[in-house]
């Protein structure tokens, strides 16, 4: 077959074949188009910002990204696979800009065929101001009541004072931070461990961790108490003599746990007087030593009244003749 009949071959019936060629394209095109897809993602937005200003109002943490591409390209992109973010690093002075959000595929992602990306909004309208640092006591927050007859004796935080960052308008305000509540409620003993520091701002942001040490001690309660007319117990006396005291009886400030204290009585012999020292007749001052036993060590004498007492010793003839009672190994 020659030239000219390969031709004559190609132009026969030539509109029937355009017609044809037309309508290939266009089945063509349909099913691309059939293929193509649209999926709408809810990511984070990111504020880079390496520069002297930031945000001075609220903006959008998140926005929609819409992807459009063939579907079996876009349905295996997720969340985690593409960012979204605008750029303040290059603006230096306060006012408000117009600022295009960015996006990008992470690099381990590599889509199949062309995709096209938008967001909404495409532009960011935003407030710039200048940024300070500024350092700040932080308070431990508690809550609850320890357990009858304990409370809180001591807390303390590691650090105590943390540095904020942000506009300048807002950080100015901010005088002290607190951590979450923690709990006492009903407890006896006290624990340590991580407490988080609360930041109502989301403009404002903590400098490094926003986490500290605590230490809470908690200890049984510690009450003062006063025990009026105790008798004084005179021990050690001698035989041959009769004794008799100026006071008969004291009185006991103590200070110990709330439990143990509220229900503890002084026992007959707290209040001691020796008078080992006592060998013959005459008058004497003998010290009042308060002697608590080994089971209430946890009690404390504060005061003790009187602190000494004045007795006199007599043969027993001539007490006998005495009005005042004798006192003698604890007895009247």
Not at 56 to 69: F, H, R
Not at 276 to 301: A, F, M
Request: with cysteine; hydrophobic share 35%.
């Amino acid at each position: 077959m020659n030239i000219k009949q390969i031709l004559l071959r190609l132009t026969e019936n030539w509109p029937v074949k355009i017609i044809c060629l037309v309508f290939a394209v266009f089945l063509s095109e349909f099913y691309r188009g059939n293929l193509l897809d649209k999926r709408y993602l809810i990511v984070p937005l990111t504020v880079v910002n390496d520069g002297p200003l930031t945000p001075a109002e609220q903006y959008p943490t998140k926005i929609k990204v819409t992807l459009w591409g063939e579907a079996i390209g876009i349905g295996s992109i997720g969340e985690n696979d593409i960012t979204a973010s605008i750029d303040i690093s290059d603006f230096k002075t306060e006012g408000t800009y117009r600022i295009p959000i960015e996006t990008r595929l992470l690099g381990t992602v590599t889509p199949l065929g062309n995709m096209e990306i938008s967001t909404e909004p495409a532009i960011l309208t935003l407030r710039l101001t200048t940024s300070i640092r500024k350092q700040v006591p932080v308070t431990l927050s508690l809550k609850g009541i320890p357990a009858d007859g304990y409370e809180v004796t001591e807390s303390s935080l590691d650090p105590a004072a943390v540095e904020i960052e942000g506009p300048a308008e807002l950080v100015e305000k901010i005088d002290e931070l607190t951590t979450e509540p923690l709990s006492v409620e009903g407890r006896t003993n006290g624990f340590s461990g991580t407490a988080d520091i609360i930041n109502d701002d989301p403009l404002v942001s903590i400098v490094g961790k926003a986490q500290v040490q605590s230490t809470v001690k908690i200890s049984e309660t510690t009450i003062q108490k006063q025990f009026d007319n105790i008798p004084i117990y005179f021990e050690k006396s001698n035989k041959e003599l009769s004794i008799t005291a100026d006071k008969k009886t004291g009185s006991l400030e103590v200070q110990g746990p709330k439990r143990l204290l509220e229900t503890w009585t002084p026992p007959q012999n707290i209040l001691t007087v020796s008078c080992e020292t006592v060998t013959e007749p005459g008058v004497y001052t003998l010290p009042v030593v308060p002697v608590l036993s080994v089971e209430y060590s946890k009690l404390k004498i504060v005061q003790v009244n009187p602190k000494s007492v004045q007795i006199t010793a007599e043969l027993p003839e001539a007490a006998e003749r005495d009005t005042v009672h004798t006192w003698s190994s604890g007895s009247e």
